[in-house]
């Protein structure tokens, strides 16, 4: 997938990459390489890539699906008003696992990932006071 300029990554396992924000995680010991986060709307991205790389991790582990390693891309375009036109998202699994295994977690991922499910539903978003 060719990212635009608000396009992000997040990797981990035998698929981390060697340069970026490095985050803890829970699924693995050295953590995810995630970025770039150099302004909001890499932020909104970079939290569906998140969600997707957790939520891979998990339900890998759910289902009994073995997985080395995690790239996740996602990236998104907006209006003249700022609104977003959408967010897409790839993701590459390093995995010995069947294509219809991999295929079923694919699937059951896109389904559960919070945050995808919360912008897909929409939400209000109100200043305090």
Request: charged share 20%; aromatic share 4%; with cysteine.
């Amino acid at each position: 997938m060719e990212l635009s300029s608000f396009g992000v990554t997040a990797t981990a396992g035998t698929l981390r990459a060697e340069e970026g924000i490095v985050l803890q995680h829970s699924w693995t010991d050295e953590g995810v390489v995630a970025g770039p986060a150099t302004n909001g709307a890499q932020l909104l991205h970079l939290s569906v890539a998140l969600c997707i790389l957790n939520d891979t991790y998990r339900e890998a582990a759910r289902l009994g699906i073995e997985v080395d390693g995690v790239a996740v891309e996602a990236d998104g375009a907006f209006d003249d008003d700022w609104g977003s036109t959408g967010i897409v998202y790839s993701v590459t699994l390093d995995s010995a696992a069947s294509t219809d295994d991999v295929g079923r977690l694919r699937a059951v991922v896109d389904q559960v990932a919070e945050i995808p499910r919360a912008v897909r539903a929409g939400a209000s978003v109100t200043p305090l006071g």
